[in-house]
């Protein structure tokens, strides 16, 4: 069901040259509908000339920044509206439902970059500032775009366009970038991934252990213990940073590596099941329908949208 609203646009930015520079940039790189990687690993380009219903997605920590059309996001409860002037941050891999507002006049055209964890760790390390309340933060956030963050991105995207300069620049612009990020007033969520000991760095690390076992035992007693909390505080900080339980977690993870792999090949629905963890089709089949509206036999005649 599409969850979209009439949101006026956003100006902030808008009117400054560097958006224009990036929209030229992504044009250059992508003048028709498509997602397309770059020389750089983590950024992607995207432009999308239809309406995309809002559809659920595990993204990896990065930025999202849309030049020309919008997305509508929500996480939980929580609804986000970005378009240009605005960022999407995003600083743990949580299931959020994105929805693309696009048109043959106006395509819905931006940008995606994935954040390196080991970039961030280490600019961490060189910034000054408190961390405090590092358990009480928005892991979504729409962010202003201001001048240097929208400069840092036009860098990347020159870099990600020439396999040559990538190779020589690449981690340097990506570091110029997440510089910018943290710097930025919601920066201090990004900041907490790298601060060992807090709540939130803790249940970060949950998730990426439950994203790389989908297929094993799950064990939440286990997590808890790795984290070093009780079941109970595990659970509760869980819910509270995630807006999800972690069996609704892993339930959801699981469902989208699924749809990832229907969309993309021929293999049967039983052998897919199975590569995620699943004991039972006929269960897997249920939460399939109740995710994504139709079976998981009819996925790859849908395929994932941009």
Known sequence: MSISKEIPLTTTGVSHPYHLALLDKVNQLLPREGVITTAIPGLTVFH????????PFIYKPGIAVVLQGRKIGRVGSREF???PGQYLLQTLPIPFYCETIGSQESPAIGVRIDFDSAIVAELVQGLPGSYRDFD???PTVS????????YAVVRLLEA????????????ARLKELTYEALKGPHGHALRALAVDGGHYARIARSLKQISANLDGEFNVTALAREAGMSVSGYHASFKQITQTS?????KRCRLLKAQAILSRNSCGVSQV???VGYTSISQFSRDYKKAFGYSPTKEQGIGIPA
């Open 48 to 55: 999308s000339c239809h309406h995309r219903p809002a559809r």
């Open 81 to 83: 509206y970005y378009g």
């Open 136 to 138: 009480r933060l928005e």
């Open 143 to 150: 962010v202003p775009m201001h001048s240097d963050m929208a």
């Open 160 to 171: 990600g366009a020439d396999p040559a300069i990538a190779a020589v620049l690449g981690q």
């Open 246 to 250: 972690p069996i609704q977690y892993l």
């Open 273 to 275: 099941a199975s590569e």
